[in-house]
């Protein structure tokens, strides 16, 4: 590897975790544009740090940038508490304005012959080939503040970050940590647009945050998490583009981002969507199994012996191939047994049903003894209860409803007359 | 042609060009402001380019259907997976539009870096468009040679009037009550998905106009704008039009001037707009709000100044207040002063010695302002059941917000007392 590919690495890498790091709180505070407002809010300043210097001086283009962004943050919140301009239209207006008249001033400055391009002209896409020495430096530094920042007052900030009221009550001074985490989000935004452009940067302060959400409830572990992802990010997309030698490395930081995301979003334990879907899958099939058993038993009550799949499905009322894989499974865990074609429960799959349908009753016995409510009101909520009314539930209802144990109250709405 | 109608040929097409911008721009902006929508807005806007990309590396051209095409395409993707990531996520809806948008820009790049590389889809005519150079490429219609970017711009216009004409009644409901929308049978997911599209579409054409930024400018902030000098939706789009065209005018004029790029400047002039709207609006304008403020102080403290003169009046019904007295209520100073030179202005006192006298005027004023104090007072008493020493504070800020009807009412309810909780006459 050689050493400015390392270089580039580092520095990568160091934008990318701080991004992740500051980019969480404002991600999970509802203000994940935070860093795209900075970024276009940055080129005024910019180029006028250019204009002032003549040459690239890249700490005077940065205070400038720095300036620049924190006033284009400072009119946005002031737009937005002293009119009627909603958040959302105060953000687009000062963004698109602010880059405009950051534009008009880099034009006016190209087209004079002293002006050299370089620093303007990659503020869309970034540059990393140009990044050198002095340049990991500066984001090493940022980054260690950053992070060092986060780490000491992390719980301060979380407490004024997420509960103002509370914190400002406890005698923190909420301004000054939200002007503090403010300040630190247009520093990351600044010294990594050189690196990979406006647009990309807002993405940096966005993405890893929102990725890491998806693992954790724990502010710590995902603010550790946002930064780890960052860094990735940044490290693997240079060395993805360094072999795509025409893409704009930041595009790619972003895209592995972007897959990191994906990944998160559809992986993730609990949280993740394979996850919930394999949790609503077994939860239905676990209703589809308890409502067939109900009604074996219930058409047992009426004096018929088992029933055909066609008759259970109609009388649980569920697709077709459902029940079939479903009754599939029950024979498997000995809950049903097929004998001609017809299904029965076993003895096991009696005693849950009979449980079942006593919880059903009683519940609607409660419903319409104890809270007055009509008859043919009272099904579907006892439908839905029905699975979750536990064994010492069931026990308490009879309890209060003065019934001997192991009564099995007759339907309160006989087959026939069913909602 | 050097000109037409008597301007210089190229000047006329890149404001022509920017000011149907302005206009598609103001009216579908006027929408997207209202329903807090501008975010989703800017991200569109970034989110074509892989759908332009696309249809470039697949047709070899930039002519406007298949571009237009591409565009839709990424619109549509980008709101299903704005969608999805908003479902699933436990982040708002700010986070996925901004995974969203910069992904798919980042995208975008990538393809315009692999297909196009070699190709004028550059850095400038990204954030800039083409403005400047407008009036290169004609098309002949009718005789007369349009720029071809213009005309699409024109064609566009057209069907968003249209549409936006056609759609008006959904529109406007859809924006402001879209639940009473859905019970009269309209479909606001229908209204929504048309605005979106015509967003794309605005964003994709006008792109290759005027680049980026001034899309975004053009939808947020003349509408924006408008959005603080009227409250009546018709007139905000008609503003959010004006001053599109307007912009479009000053910002190419100013272009010139200081021979910079024009979109950054039309950019900067509606950014001036809105700066002027917000501070000059009437209503809702920053200087409009001030001076009603200061004006109903004045006309509370002069109030308050009369009832208090009213309050001294003997058996023989005269009032008289120790000029002390009163700048001491008003905690002295330049305060002070100002309330009593204001009611001297007003003719509704004199100051005759060391006391302060009502005129008639001032009398009959003070007298009033006592009535709807101590109806107010016996108000609270009665039927909000306060005790006799807690209700002076509150009736004493209700008092100037009564007028005469309410006075009558609060009387007629409490059968016409005469007497407030404190034993003092009401008249």
């Known amino acids: 590897m050689s050493y400015n590919t390392a270089i580039v690495l580092v520095g990568t890498g160091l934008l990318g975790m701080a991004g992740g ?18 970024a276009h809010s940055a080129l005024p300043g910019l180029t006028l740090g250019f204009m002032l210097v003549g040459t690239k001086s890249f700490p005077v283009m940065l205070a400038g940038a720095a300036i620049s962004g924190m006033f284009g943050m400072w009119l946005i919140g002031w737009l ?76 301060e900030f979380k407490l004024a970050v ?19 985490l403010m300040a630190m989000i247009v520093a990351t935004t600044v010294v990594g647009l050189p690196a990979v452009g406006v647009v990309l940067m807002a993405a940096l302060l966005v ?36 072999t795509w030698s025409d893409v704009p490395a930041g595009a790619v930081i972003v ?151 192991n009564t099995v109250l007759p339907s309160a709405h006989p087959v026939g007359e069913d909602s | 042609m050097d000109t037409i109608l008597g301007i210089n040929a190229i000047a006329f097409w890149i404001v022509a060009t920017g000011a149907l911008v302005g206009i598609s721009g103001g009216i579908l902006g006027s929408f997207l402001v209202l329903r807090r929508m501008s975010m989703i807005a800017d991200a569109i806007s970034h989110s074509v380019l892989p759908g332009i990309a696309l249809a470039f590396a697949l047709t070899g051209s930039r002519a406007p259907i298949p571009i237009l095409l591409g565009a839709l395409f990424a619109g549509l993707v980008t709101v299903a997976l704005t969608e999805a990531i908003r479902r699933y996520a436990k982040v708002g809806e700010d986070a996925a539009i901004g995974v969203v948008f910069t992904t798919m820009f980042a995208l975008g790049v990538v393809m315009v870096s692999r297909f196009s590389a070699n190709v004028d889809l550059d850095t400038d005519c990204i954030l800039s468009g083409v403005l400047e150079t407008a009036a290169l490429e004609t098309v002949n219609v009718m005789g007369l040679d349009i720029p071809s970017i213009t005309l699409n711009m024109a064609i566009l216009t057209l069907v968003i009037v249209s549409i936006v004409f056609l759609l008006w009644k959904e529109l406007k409901l859809v924006a402001f009550d879209p639940d009473l929308a859905k019970t009269l049978g309209f479909r606001p997911k229908f209204v929504n998905a048309i605005l979106m599209f015509l967003v794309a579409a605005f964003s994709v054409m006008a792109f290759e106009a005027v680049g980026t930024i001034l899309v975004v ?46 979109a950054g400047m039309i950019a900067v002039a509606t950014g ?15 200087l409009a709000r001030k001076i009603a403020n200061a004006r109903l102080a004045v006309q509370t403290n002069i109030e308050d100044l009369l009832a208090m003169i009213v309050r001294t009046r003997g058996t023989d019904g005269a009032c008289s207040l120790p000029l002390e007295t009163a700048h001491k209520a008003f905690g002295g100073g330049l305060r002070a002063r100002g309330v009593i030179i204001g009611a001297r202005f007003m003719r509704l006192v004199e100051v005759k010695g060391i006391a302060i006298k009502p005129t008639r005027e001032g009398a009959r004023k003070g007298m009033e302002q006592l009535r709807k104090h101590r109806l107010w007072e016996t108000w609270l008493a009665e039927r909000c059941g306060l005790p006799a020493d807690h209700v002076h504070e509150p009736a004493h800020r209700m008092e100037h917000f009564i007028d005469e009807n309410l006075a009558d009412m609060v009387a007629d309810d409490l059968g016409r007392p005469t007497v407030d909780p404190h034993g003092r006459e009401i008249v």
């Open chain 1, 21 to 38: 790091v500051v980019g969480t709180f404002a991600v999970l505070r509802g203000r994940s544009l935070v860093g795209d407002a900075v």
């Open chain 1, 207 to 242: 993405i890893p945050g929102a990725s890491a959400r998806f693992w954790s409830n724990d502010l710590g572990q995902i603010v550790v998490l946002a930064g780890a992802f960052g860094a990735i990010s940044g490290v693997v997309g240079t060395l993805g583009s360094a």
């Open chain 2, 217 to 262: 400018a053009m939808l947020i902030v003349p509408a924006t704008a408008a959005y603080m000098l009227t409250n009546r939706l018709s007139i905000m789009v008609i503003l959010a039009v004006a001053i599109g065209i307007s912009s479009a005018f000053l910002g190419r004029h100013a272009a010139f001037l200081l021979d910079t790029t024009v």
């Open chain 1, 255 to 405: 895209l592995t981002g972007a897959g990191i995301f994906m990944i998160s979003m559809l992986f993730a334990p609990e949280r993740g969507i394979l996850h919930k879907v394999v949790r609503n899958t077994t939860f239905s099939i676990h209703m589809t199994r308890d409502h067939i058993l109900k009604a074996l038993i219930e058409s047992a009550e009426t004096g018929s012996t088992g029933m055909s799949q066609k008759s259970l499905a109609k009388a649980v009322a569920g697709p077709g191939l459902t029940i079939q894989i479903v009754l599939a499974l029950m024979q498997l865990h000995k809950l049903v047994e097929t004998r001609n074609a017809l299904v029965f429960p076993t003895a096991t799959g009696r005693d849950k049903g009979i449980h079942l349908v006593k919880a059903h009753r009683l519940w609607e016995f409660y419903l319409i003894n104890e809270m007055d409510i009509a008859k043919d009101h009272v099904h579907r909520d006892a439908d839905e209860l029905e699975h979750v009314l536990s064994p010492e539930i069931v026990a308490e209802l009879e309890r209060r409803l003065a019934l001997e144990n």
């Open chain 2, 272 to 286: 001036i707009h809105l700066v002027l709207a917000v501070f000059f609006g009437p209503e809702h304008g920053y």
């Open chain 1, 80 to 155: 937005s508490r002293n009119t009627r301009i909603k958040a959302d239209a105060a953000t687009g207006a000062v963004l698109s304005v602010l880059f405009g008249l950051g534009l008009v001033m880099s034009s006016a400055v190209q087209n004079d012959p002293s002006g050299s391009q370089a620093g303007l002209d990659s503020f869309l896409l970034g540059k990393t080939a140009g990044m050198i020495s002095s340049d990991v430096f500066t984001l090493a530094i940022v980054g260690a503040v950053v992070v060092a920042l986060v780490g000491l007052m992390f719980k």
């Open chain 1, 162 to 180: 997420f509960d103002s009221a509370f914190a400002k009550a406890s005698g923190l001074p909420v301004a000054l940590l939200d002007t503090i």
